[in-house]
């Protein structure tokens, strides 16, 4: 019934605010009466799909839990490219957009360090600005389902690495990869996963619920964004034919970078069913950052599992939860409307 | 659990059996070859068309699709341009201790 009415379930539904733009990039703060963990959390987002998948629904949101744990929540979302992105490279937003973002959260909130969580290829920028920017104030830094080790990134990465294909051949007329090529790319990955889809699909056609899920995820994994022409050209030189991660060959604004020089505490979470960053992929970054107080946590889910449904709800969120907050200062009647050096107290404990 | 009808059985049996094959095949390097040159033959293909029609045009004295797209590019470079440039200069002003609100909704903002 859902699906003949066309009716769809709203996504990205909690309460935000647009603080900050510049171009298609924009900072949302996410509204939070209770916020009881400094410093703030800003999370990056990745390139080329839409940042609701952090926000999918009430009751299944990553964004909803950390806002309910206290955090005050804060993100970058680099909105839908067209012509004017397509010279963007990656210093623009390593260099650039992220400092900018993480300027404005620290003058809005009064707190002098900030949390930065990065997902996917966001997961990638936050660690290169880790990496060229060693005196940032980050008190931790996390990524979920971030690749290190390019060679395992599958057929896309492969049509590029040893097929030999350059990204300007695959250009649309804005000079940004199209998102039908990173789809195909993702379809790839599981050739017989489409028609699946459709076979549960036909089989739980009367559940609301099911309908009602399915349409939401769809609505995320058919509808990337595009990829900026000059930035993918990037990727697929440094990240992709060199190796630059693994190989400590990482160049941004033209200055190398090296993940020896991520120091802060760091969080790596991958997905041991991950068919999008497969877990060989996501496994050398661990030994790759400088940082002493390092944890990787691996979990048995998928790509999308390890922020929306069952897993992500009883241990992912838990897990990310536990490791900022013993990395934050917890005040227990709350930091809203008291000045950063109020009363607190830090937590201790993470496993690891 | 109530078990999965008959059809889903078989199509599971069947998927099953053809997915590994199917996935370990476009993990080859023959597959990413011919993947490769099916994306450059087809941007060859579409350079040419564009090249002829651009030719044309041109006899007309008339503007193609591809003027289009380089000048296109040539603003979105001058855009991305502009736009570093702000980023700094506002980073600058912050640096200064200065304020920049012209790009801040401070209204939206709610420090906690």
């Known amino acids: ?352 | 659990m109530a078990q999965p009808p008959l059809w889903r059985r078989l199509y599971d049996t069947a998927e099953h059996a053809i997915a590994p094959r199917l996935e370990s095949v476009v993990r080859t390097e023959h597959f990413a070859r011919g993947s490769a040159l099916a994306g450059w033959a087809q941007a060859t293909a579409k350079a040419r068309v564009a090249a002829l029609s651009a030719r044309a045009w041109h006899l007309v004295n008339l503007p193609t699709g591809t003027d289009v797209a380089r000048l296109r590019t040539q603003i979105g470079a001058l855009d991305r341009e502009v736009r570093r440039l702000a980023l700094r200069l506002e980073q600058q002003a912050d640096n200064d201790g200065r304020t920049d609100g012209e790009e801040t909704d401070g209204a939206g903002a709610r420090p906690p």
Not at chain 1, 77 to 93: H, K
């Open chain 1, 1 to 352: 019934m859902r699906l003949a009415a066309g009716a769809r379930r709203p996504v990205g539904c909690t309460p935000k605010d647009v603080v900050w733009r510049r171009g298609r990039t924009e900072l949302w703060h996410y509204r939070n009466d209770g916020v009881q963990v400094s410093p703030p959390l800003l999370i990056v987002f990745s390139l080329i799909s839409r940042s609701f998948i952090l926000d999918l629904s009430p009751g299944n949101s990553f964004i909803e839990r950390l806002l309910g744990a206290g955090f005050d929540v804060w993100l970058l979302d680099w909105g839908v490219p067209d012509e004017r992105d397509a010279q963007n490279r990656l210093e623009d937003y390593v260099d650039d957009y992220l400092p900018a973002g993480i300027t404005r959260v620290l003058e809005l909130t009064g707190q002098d360090e900030i949390s930065l969580l990065g997902y996917c290829f966001g997961g990638n920028l936050a660690l290169l600005y880790a990496a060229h920017h060693r005196s940032s104030p980050l008190r931790s830094l996390t990524v979920m389902a971030t690749a290190a080790d390019f060679r395992h990134m599958g057929p896309l990465a492969d049509v590029f690495g040893t097929g030999g294909l350059d990204v300007a051949d695959v250009l649309d007329a804005d000079g940004n990869v199209p998102p039908r090529v990173v789809l195909q790319g993702f379809r790839t990955l599981k050739p017989t996963a489409q028609l699946t889809r459709y076979v549960d699909l036909w089989e739980r056609l009367w559940d609301d619920e099911y309908v009602a899920a399915y349409q939401a995820m769809t609505a995320w994994s058919d509808h990337h964004v595009p990829f900026p022409g000059a930035a993918a050209d990037e990727v697929v030189r440094m990240l992709v034919r060199d190796n630059g991660f693994v190989t400590d060959r990482l160049t941004v604004g033209g200055d190398r970078v090296h993940l020896a020089d991520v120091r802060c505490p760091f969080l790596t979470v991958l997905a041991t069913r991950d068919h999008i960053v497969p877990e060989p992929a996501a496994a050398p970054l661990i030994d790759l950052v400088g940082a002493r107080d390092k944890h990787e946590l691996r979990l048995d889910a998928g790509h999308i599992g390890l922020v929306v449904g069952k897993t992500a709800a009883r241990t992912t969120i838990p897990t990310i939860i536990d490791f900022l907050r013993q990395r934050s200062t917890v005040s227990r009647s709350g930091l809203s409307g008291t000045s950063p050096g109020s009363p607190a107290r830090r937590t201790s404990g993470f496993p690891g």
